[in-house]
């Protein structure tokens, strides 16, 4: 993909990618964390029918500046795709969120529905995120030991650094299912790498502002005809909450993959790749039948 640079709102720098040269826009609004190659199964496959675009959210990875961003909230992020689509296209894009991109993907629809023509969620809330959680009442104690946790960010990200280097670490993180074991260690060392390039200040802010962020009111505004996706072993975003998020949209359906993770696009690209592909290949159909019959009456 090539890298290029746009201006924020607020004077900030963001960093995008862009490749395919034809087609509509497809944008990938990634997981938090998630480097622009946690998406490049789904660029490959994509690109020689679309023009592929995503980005380094506020502050993170090669949109770090020389200072931190004042705003990480949802809504913010949601601005800078608006921002990225309007540097790409006048049309609508196809938005793919994954995870934390869920979120941003609805609230632009909330803020921009114009921008947006059609939606693939994958591992997304529905409301807000840690109430997800297999945890008793995590909502209530986790953000608070976000807060604790912040001020020793830079002894996190050491840790975190050392364990990114160990293969018996990651290792470990594919035997206890975490990720699917299909996932090979060299391809998690080469994310988890990347991964310690992040400011982990700014990250925890962003995990802070993600969980107080509530999906309920974008849910109301999407019209849009959406694919929800969901990791048959999800523990953070289960079939079940798939389903309860299906039937709260107005154009909705569902794939559940079949022993996926909250890692499907990694774990199993060319199932959830497939199942987009049918998706979109739908959406065509129906939009050139309407087209056709809308002129058969103008004739």
Do not use: C
Not at 109 to 124: C, E, F, H, T
Not at 130 to 136: F, M, S, W
Not at 230 to 252: K, N, V, Y
Request: a positive charge; aromatic letters at 6%; proline letters at 5%.
């Amino acid at each position: 993909m090539k890298s290029f640079m746009l201006t924020r709102r607020d004077g900030g720098k963001l960093a995008g990618y862009r490749t395919g040269s034809s087609g509509p826009v497809l944008a990938l609004a990634n997981g938090l964390g998630g480097p622009a190659s946690a998406f490049r199964h789904q660029i490959a496959h994509f690109e020689r029918r679309y023009r592929v675009v995503t980005w380094d959210y506020r502050g993170l990875y090669a949109s770090r500046g020389d200072a931190a961003p004042e705003r990480v909230d949802v809504a913010a992020q949601a601005e800078d795709l608006e921002d990225l689509l309007a540097s790409e296209t006048k049309e609508p894009a196809i938005v793919v969120g994954w995870s934390m991109g869920v979120q941003v993907a609805l609230e632009l629809v909330r803020s921009a529905p114009a921008r947006v023509s059609a939606l693939v969620l994958i591992s997304g809330a529905s409301g807000r995120p840690l109430t997800n959680l297999r945890v008793p009442r995590a909502e209530r104690w986790l953000p608070d030991l976000i807060e604790r946790v912040r001020p020793y960010h830079a002894v996190g990200s050491r840790l975190l650094a050392r364990a990114a280097r160990s293969r018996t670490a990651v290792d470990l993180v594919r035997r206890l299912r975490f990720v699917n074991p299909r996932v090979d260690t060299d391809e998690l060392l080469a994310l988890a790498r990347e991964f310690t390039e992040l400011d982990f200040d700014v990250y925890l802010r962003t995990l802070a502002a993600l969980e107080r962020h509530d999906t309920a009111a974008a849910l109301r505004a999407v019209n849009q005809r959406t694919l929800v996706v969901a990791g048959e072993r999800d523990p953070l975003f289960s079939p079940r909450l798939a389903r309860e998020l299906t039937t709260r949209l107005s154009h909705a359906e569902l794939y559940v993959v079949p022993g996926a993770t909250h890692y499907a696009p990694l774990e199993f690209p060319e199932l959830v790749n497939a199942r987009t592909d049918r998706f979109l290949a739908e959406i065509a159909r129906t939009d050139a039948s309407g087209a056709l019959a809308s002129s058969s009456l103008a004739d």
